[in-house]
């Protein structure tokens, strides 16, 4: 079994500058023939960018035939830096944000986000991971030697044809679930696993795939100590039997294996994935009775290697968010899966919509007021789907009547919605009507099918 390797660590904390090429590349996943892919400063996939607090100038260019952008997802910055559908990147131009990064230590994400193209463009390989530190990781007693006890893992499923190309080729169930693979891939790789030391180990989820829910699980009931959410540290470790993570989610656990017993990583099956996600939510029932439960990724101890933390951490210095007083607007939003409209311009079914229209790069949705806390009301009649906003973040409040669960109750910027979740969001940074902030469901292929609004913040 090969051994898992990381993206390269591109870290800006010295010079404070960041370099990104937007890059045509062949891949070869299986050992047999290769697929044409794009990524960032690679053939697949980018570099895991490492920051902190302060000036950040970035250059961004595209040596791609079309537009692309870089949307950094999970990143506070405003509007004019966010990277969304109104800052396209067009072939052999260049982007050149100068972005001041002030936001408490968080891993995030960052992928193109060209309306009608993100979902193509992220599944060729668009996309990377992001760790904002503050360099007091030792003092919080985490792992933090990247790639030997402080993995970061960028998690994918993909289709692959019998020549072992990845394939992209979306049926009407593609487009109504989203499209989901059926072989998994950590860091782009395939059927690798992770050598890791004989303590404590630092696991940074990225749900990178366009439309796949994890529901992660460590074999042999070992615990799955969470740390950290979307938007940061929580106070102290939770330990969880199960994590689940939708698209566009990131969370960061905490592994024992000072036992030096190896540690295989599962995942329960898609809540979405068949005609059981459409017909009346019974994929819990079926679940009882089918195991479809996979394989994400195997975790064998390597005793040359040394560890460096071998206890759990009590105190992390997080803090759960606290929104529940000054309350401005309170607004409902409807994720809606229409069965007809056409089709659109990517060849994808119309009826995707929110609030019952569809996504138009023309029409401002919302105007919000810079400093606020809104109440926001989501649902969705049909499936499960991973809702995500721009230039914000959120406390999750209620979901379908009861308190959150574990891994929503810190600073959250994207949660999954099944039937209903209230959320108050805070508005801190600016988004003008010429670069507004986008609010989407996080299935791509939704994403780009209409499941959008967007909004400013002034």
């Known amino acids: 079994m090969p051994r898992l390797t990381m993206p390269p660590l591109l870290d800006t904390i010295e010079t404070g500058k960041l370099e990104l090429v937007a890059l045509p590349g062949r891949t070869d996943f299986l050992g047999k023939e290769v697929t044409p892919t794009i990524g960032f400063n690679q053939p697949y996939l980018g570099p895991t960018i490492r920051m902190r607090n302060g000036p950040l100038a970035a250059n961004v260019r595209n040596e791609l035939d079309w537009q692309v952008s870089v949307h950094w997802h999970g990143l506070m910055v405003p509007g004019e830096h966010d990277g969304g559908p109104h800052l396209p990147i067009s072939p052999g131009k260049q982007w050149q944000p100068d972005m001041e990064i002030r936001q408490a230590p968080a891993t995030a994400f960052y992928h193109t986000h060209i309306h009608e193209r993100t979902a193509v463009d992220v599944y060729a390989g668009l996309a990377g991971a992001l760790q904002i530190t503050d360099g007091r990781d030792d003092e919080r007693g985490l792992p933090s030697n990247y790639g030997v006890d402080d993995l970061t893992l960028v998690l994918q499923d993909r289709r692959f044809d019998s020549q072992g190309r990845m394939t992209y080729d979306l049926s009407m169930m593609d487009v109504m ?116 439960s996979f394989v994400v990724l195997p975790l064998a101890v390597d005793d040359r290697l040394s560890p460096r933390i071998t206890e759990m951490p009590r105190d992390l210095g997080g803090k759960l968010p606290k929104l529940n007083g000054s309350v401005g607007n309170t607004r409902r939003f409807s994720l809606d899966m229409g069965m007809g409209g056409g089709m ?102 939704h994403e780009d099918g209409g499941m959008m609004g967007q909004f400013t913040v002034g």
């Open 344 to 445: 659109m311009g990517t060849g994808m079914m119309g009826g995707l919509a929110i609030n019952g229209r569809a996504f138009d790069m023309q029409r401002i949705d919302l105007e919000v007021r810079r400093g606020a806390v809104e109440r926001w009301i989501v649902g969705s009649s049909m499936l499960a789907h991973p809702f995500h906003i721009h230039g914000a973040v959120f406390q999750v409040v209620r979901e379908n009547g009861r308190d959150p669960r574990p891994e929503n109750r810190g600073w959250k910027d994207t949660v999954l919605v099944e039937n209903e979740t209230e959320l108050l969001v805070r508005f801190n940074h600016t988004a003008s009507r010429e670069t507004p902030y986008m609010y989407h469901c996080h299935i791509l292929e």
């Open 177 to 292: 679930h989203g499209f989901t693979g059926d072989t998994m891939l950590v860091n782009g790789q395939v059927g690798a696993a992770a050598a890791v030391p004989k303590g404590v180990v630092r696991l940074r989820f990225v749900n990178g795939s366009n439309a796949r829910i994890y529901s992660l699980f460590a074999d042999a009931g070992r615990p799955l100590h969470l740390i950290a959410t979307d938007g940061g540290f929580l106070p102290a470790p939770v330990a969880l039997e199960i994590l689940r993570l939708a698209p566009g989610e990131r969370a960061e656990v905490l592994v024992d294996l000072s036992d030096g017993r190896p540690v295989t990583l599962m995942s329960g099956g898609d809540p979405n994935e068949g005609a059981i996600g459409m017909v009346g939510r019974v994929r819990g029932i079926i679940d009882q009775i089918m195991d479809r």
